[in-house]
């Protein structure tokens, strides 16, 4: 019973930590989703540019719960690819907590948060910039159309049945899921405002009550992973996990690298110690603290529509991390 008390512990530790971020951020996604339509839209394409900008400061903050966020976001596309990168490389996770209970230097570690905030937008943009003009290549549109509606059918939380006329945007009337629903005239549509004004407070709770049933969902299947995991991680070791690293100089950047994909903040916790230990390098820890996002991966994995395009995210998000901290070591950056 011992065994599985601290378990049990970290588990609920780890998801009460990031059940503020998914609430907000399914409450804020519902918002634009049910009271702006088109206009969000128009929105996010012109401040999609800077995304990665915004994406790469906000990221930096020492929390582990924004990456949760933008995985959510992107998989209903109201960020762009390079903006769920650039959070993803910058997230810092549990790496400052650790810095200040061993006393590191404050210059030594903003220098290093400031690293990672900078590296995150640079490739941010420029995963954008390649989307962009292979779009061009191909003649499709350069950004993806807002998908929150498509994320809440995914979800079967039943939204578009709490507000069906939300829909009134997207030209449709209350049996919008029917391909033979009629378009509504603008005259109906204010028609419809005016005469629904008195039910706006109903309308708030809905969306109060999809952003709950959303956040409960991914609640739960944070926990269950999470659960897993902290037991296979109990099972192995902190200390083998270290001895995999150790001494290991080139494959410690690509196995750095993969203990960072773990998500759970035991990933950025152990590569952080090994660095302070001098175990391994400075370009090490960063390949393993870059790929680190926390359990961004994990929820992409159960938000964002087709496996193979996850695996790809995943796959540049490992390939930027362990490249960048590899060509660190290699030019003699440390700090």
């Known amino acids: 019973m011992n065994f599985w008390i601290p378990i049990l512990e970290d588990t609920i530790e780890d998801g009460l930590k990031i059940l503020p971020f998914l609430f907000v951020t399914y409450l804020v996604m519902e918002y634009l989703e049910h ?3 088109d206009k969000t839209q128009e ?3 012109k401040a999609g540019k800077f995304g990665p900008l915004f994406g790469g400061i906000f990221g930096a903050f020492p929390q ?10 992107y998989a209903g596309r109201v960020i762009t690819l390079g903006t769920l990168i650039a959070i993803y490389l910058s997230t810092s996770d549990e790496m400052v907590p650790l810095f200040i209970s061993k006393q590191v230097p404050v210059t030594k570690m903003i220098t290093i948060i400031a690293m990672k905030a900078v590296l995150g937008v640079f490739y941010g ?3 954008d910039f390649a989307i962009v003009h292979y779009r061009r290549m191909k003649k499709r549109t350069e950004t993806d159309n807002i998908k929150i509606d498509e994320l809440c059918k995914r979800e079967h939380c039943h939204c578009e049945e709490d507000t069906p006329r939300i829909s009134a945007h997207r030209g449709r009337t209350e049996s919008a899921e029917s391909s033979m629903a009629k378009p509504i005239s603008k005259a109906q549509v204010a028609k419809e405002t005016s005469t629904k004004h008195d039910h706006s407070h109903e309308g708030h709770g809905n ?5 709950l049933v959303h956040t409960l969902h991914i609640f739960i299947y944070v926990l269950i ?3 897993i995991l902290n037991t296979l991680i109990e099972f192995i070791g902190e200390d083998t996990l270290a001895g995999i690293l150790k001494n290991k100089s080139v494959l410690s950047h690509g196995l750095a690298g993969l203990v960072g994909l773990i998500p ?8 952080t110690e090994l660095y302070l230990s001098g175990i391994i390098t400075f370009g090490a820890m960063m390949s ?8 961004g991966l994990l929820i992409l994995f159960r938000v964002n529509e087709g496996t193979t395009r996850n695996i790809q995210i995943t796959a540049i998000l490992y390939l930027i991390g362990t490249f960048t901290g590899f060509i660190l070591d290699l030019i003699g950056i440390a700090v």
């Not at 969306?207 to 952003?211: D, E």
């Open 35 to 37: 009271r702006t339509g």
């Open 264 to 271: 759970n903040c035991a990933a950025s916790i152990v590569i």
């Open 225 to 227: 992973f999470t659960l």
């Open 288 to 295: 393993g603290l870059l790929v680190g996002a926390g359990v």
């Open 64 to 73: 582990c719960g924004f990456s949760a966020a933008a995985s959510n976001l």
């Open 125 to 127: 943009f420029i995963v």
């Open 207 to 211: 969306i109060l009550h999809s952003a």
């Open 43 to 45: 929105m996010v394409k």
